[in-house]
């Protein structure tokens, strides 16, 4: 891959950013999620580009950024009727739908797909460029593939810097996990991959006239590409502990590991730590720990830590959310 110069953009520079995008470049920005890497989603030169930077396979199909939501029968061949409450309802926002895609949206784009994934997202950044980019923009999360995502500027530049164009300098995310992807091309809605937005909510919203499911079984994972690929892993070895094992289950690791191995213990509740760890934080709420993680995770490769001993979060709103993505970081 040829070398690139990548520009630092300040969150006023919005222009700057919009006409890279219109130039066919890459440029990184902040979403209320995670940062995504951006392309013109009509020029297969960029969108081929997207895939050389991040290392991304070309089977995992890319979300389409919109910054209104008129710009949706752009993208769409059709709009199924049980988007129009969800869209209401949660856009802008973290809710990917999944809808059939309309003839220019290239496979290059889909991963062959006949569908297209979209999303509005709610930062004001991401839809200023957005607007003033004025087509709409595949934007995967901005990282290099298989790394956790990043949740600041820093952490794009540490996994893309001289891969891409440029990088529009925003804050740290606030949700810090990427958005719920829900399909709704079946008779079913099914949520493909939890987010911020929560099956609960989706049903709260759709009320007793639809079921929605939640993909597990392989055959509904086939439908989106990119939970099949290794994902959101730092360089140590994540373990998720129940906060009652953690004591025993630290001291029994040690034994197994040189004197010099670093551990580090991330949850939520009050936890009987053993002295010595290398770092461990405890978050504030289910919410704090969901925006924090995967910051955590580079900070600890950058201290070397071989372990990382995550606390599960309960299964219930966002916990369900931050589990699964705990669960892919922990499985190698
Ligand atoms: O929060 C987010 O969604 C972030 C920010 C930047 O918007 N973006 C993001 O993109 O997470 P990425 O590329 O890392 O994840 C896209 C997910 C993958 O799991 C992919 O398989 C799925 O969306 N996806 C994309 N198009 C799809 C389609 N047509 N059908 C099913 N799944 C699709
Ligand atoms: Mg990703």
Known sequence: MAERVTERIPMDHLSRAASLLSAGKLVAFPTETVYGLGADAFNSAAVADIFVAKGRPSDNPLIVHIGAVEQLRTVASRIPEVAAPLLEHFWPGPLTIVVPKAPWITAAVTGGLETVAVRLPNHPVAIELLQRADTPIVAPSANRSGRPSATTWQSVAEDLDG??????????????????????????????????????????????????????DSATLKRSPGTRHRHYQPLARVELIPAADTARYIEQQRHGMPSSARIAWIGWNAVDLPSGLCASERCASIEAYAARVYEFFRDMDHLDVSLIVCEPPPEEGLGRALNDRLRRASSR
């Not at 925003?170 to 810090?176: F, K, L």
């Not at 937005?197 to 989706?202: G, R």
Request: contains cysteine.
């Open 163 to 216: 891969r891409i164009d440029a990088i529009v300098m925003g804050g740290p995310t606030r949700i810090g996990l990427e958005s719920t992807v829900l399909d709704l091309t079946q008779s079913v809605p099914c949520i493909l991959r939890q987010g911020a937005v929560t099956q609960e909510s989706i049903c709260q919203v759709l009320g007793s006239s639809y079921a929605v499911t939640l993909a597990t």
